[in-house]
Nanobody
C-alpha cells in the first residue's frame, strides 16, 4: 500500500513560493523522522531536508538554506516543506520518505511517496 502521499507541486515563476505536503496514508508519522528528496531527469537523487520525529532537529542542504522550511503537524499526520524564493535549479520531482535521522542529515528508511512535480520557469 502507498503509505506516503505528496502534494503541492506546481509550475511557478522564479521567486515564487510553494508548500509541499507529505501525508501518511495507513502510516502514522508521529514516531518517524521524515525527509524530502528531489530528482531531476538525468540527475542523481538529492537530499533536500529532514526533520526528526519530535521536530526538535532539522537538516537542510546548503543550496536551500534560508529559502526552505520543513515542519510537521502530528495532529494532521503531515510533514510540510515550505519553499520560498524558488529558482530554476529547484525544478525536480520531490519525494518524501521515512528516514533515519543523524546529526549530519538523514538516509532513507524504506517508505516513499509517489512524488510531486515542481517546475520553476519563466
Amino acid at each position: 500500500q502507498v503509505q506516503l502521499v505528496e502534494s503541492g507541486g506546481d509550475l511557478v515563476q522564479p521567486g515564487g513560493s510553494l508548500r509541499l505536503s507529505c501525508v501518511g496514508s495507513g502510516l502514522t508519522l508521529n514516531y518517524r523522522a521524515i525527509g524530502w528528496f528531489r530528482q531531476a531527469p538525468g540527475k542523481e537523487r538529492e537530499r533536500v531536508s529532514c526533520i526528526s520525529s519530535s521536530a526538535g532537529k532539522t537538516y537542510y542542504t546548503d543550496s536551500v538554506k534560508g529559502r526552505f522550511t520543513i515542519s510537521r503537524d502530528h495532529a494532521k499526520n503531515t510533514v510540510y516543506l515550505q519553499m520560498n524564493s524558488l529558482k530554476p535549479e529547484d525544478t525536480a520531482v520531490y519525494y518524501c520518505a521515512t528516514v533515519y535521522y543523524y546529526d549530519y542529515g538523514c538516509s532513507p528508511r524504506g517508505s516513499w511517496g509517489q512524488g510531486t512535480q515542481v517546475t520553476v520557469s519563466s
